[in-house]
């Protein structure tokens, strides 16, 4: 079993930058890939970037590739969104989870309660 908890949310001004983290408890937690997803008011909830158990391989949607940047540290049980240059598209609820590599939401079988983030143009 894997918990997450999602931070570092906020109101930032376009152009500004955030870092999310999410930690996780559970001691296997490293032998997961984790996945950042977005939800925007009105819209469904998509894949923004993912990254491997062990930090090795990355993938990030056409939307954030270049301006985000997905890490881990598994001594720390943590993994960080690092958010750049962002813009209003970006504002919506934030969601970290653990499972399979990919994009799908279906690879992911845990879910932290989501971090909003709310861009003033």
Same mark, same amino acid.
């Given at each position: 079993?894997?918990?997450?908890?999602?931070?570092?949310?906020?109101?930032?001004q376009?152009?500004? /930058?955030? *870092?999310? /983290?999410?930690?996780a %408890? @559970?001691?296997?937690?490293s032998?997961?890939?984790? @996945?950042?997803?977005?939800?925007?008011?009105?819209?469904? *909830?998509?894949?923004?970037?993912?990254?491997?158990? /062990?930090?090795?391989?990355?993938?990030?949607?056409?939307?954030?590739?270049? *301006?985000?940047?997905? /890490?881990?540290?598994?001594?720390?049980?943590?993994?960080?969104?690092?958010?750049?240059?962002?813009?209003?598209?970006?504002?919506?609820?934030?969601?970290? %989870?653990? @499972?399979?590599?990919?994009?799908?939401?279906?690879?992911?079988?845990?879910?932290?309660?989501?971090?909003?983030?709310?861009? %003033? %143009?």
């Amino acid at each position: 079993q894997v918990q997450l908890v999602e931070s570092g949310g906020g109101l930032v001004q376009a152009g500004g /930058s955030l *870092r999310l /983290s999410c930690a996780a %408890s @559970g001691r296997t937690f490293s032998y997961y890939a984790v @996945g950042w997803f977005r939800q925007a008011p009105g819209k469904e *909830r998509e894949f923004v970037a993912a990254i491997s158990w /062990s930090g090795g391989s990355t993938y990030y949607a056409d939307s954030v590739q270049g *301006r985000f940047t997905i /890490s881990r540290d598994n001594a720390k049980n943590t993994v960080y969104l690092q958010m750049n240059n962002l813009e209003p598209e970006d504002t919506g609820v934030y969601y970290c %989870s653990a @499972g399979w590599y990919g994009f799908s939401e279906a690879r992911y079988d845990y879910w932290g309660q989501g971090a909003q983030v709310t861009l %003033s %143009s």
